[in-house]
């Protein structure tokens, strides 16, 4: 361990008993701890966002997180990265597998599996309904149809999922005034942008998009996914089926 990370333990635990003896009402102890975390700050050249980011580190490391699929389909990998992308992941899949990679935040590569999981569930049983629909109208399904009705569903999700990630934002806006938009999105572009350079570290390519016709029935579908029913979610999910 080096000088300056040693300065940093010292500092976060400076900080947290100065947090400590504040709620216990022992205003001059935590004053005197927050004055030694800042005098080493001072002597170390540390910052305090610095000291924030080390603290992170500590507590939400950054990891390669692999899941799977169940299925070896570009919709999947599609919705998968765009759900890693939503919560400050980035993710790459090896080829020829199901397996996909989340690279970020341990937490954030936690939620983006278990709502990938439950998206990709909603897409495939949408997709059940709208073949059966088809071979009851024509007998049977055009060539291609349950993959424009998938990927059309995951473009749709996609965009969602984006302008989710924007309203974090303008919800900070309503709450606390336009400067704070500022510091929003800085934090929510900091954090999408630490996880794809960790992700570079590892030699996996995202590979490329499939080319699809547009589904006007998927993308509707698309639309109507409740969303925000994998959000609160936090157990792995299962695998897909034909």
Known sequence: MTKKQTAIRRIQKLRALAESEQQSGNDRAAESAARMAQRIMLEHAISASEAERAAEDADDPMVKHRTRTGRRLSWLRSLYHGVARANNCTSAYRINTDQVFFYGRQSDCEIAEYLAGHLAREVQSAADRHMQVCRRRFGCAPPGERNNFCQSAVGALRNRLAAMRR?????????????????????????????????????????????????????????????????AGTQTAGSLSD
């Open 167 to 231: 309203e974090t934002a303008q919800e900070a806006i309503r709450s606390h005034g336009s400067a704070a938009v500022t510091t929003a999105l800085v934090r929510l572009d900091d954090k999408l942008t630490k996880a794809e350079e960790f992700a570079r570290g590892f030699d996996i390519g995202t590979g490329r998009r499939s080319r699809y016709a547009h589904s006007s029935a998927g993308a509707a579908a698309g639309e109507s996914i409740n969303i925000n029913r994998g959000v």
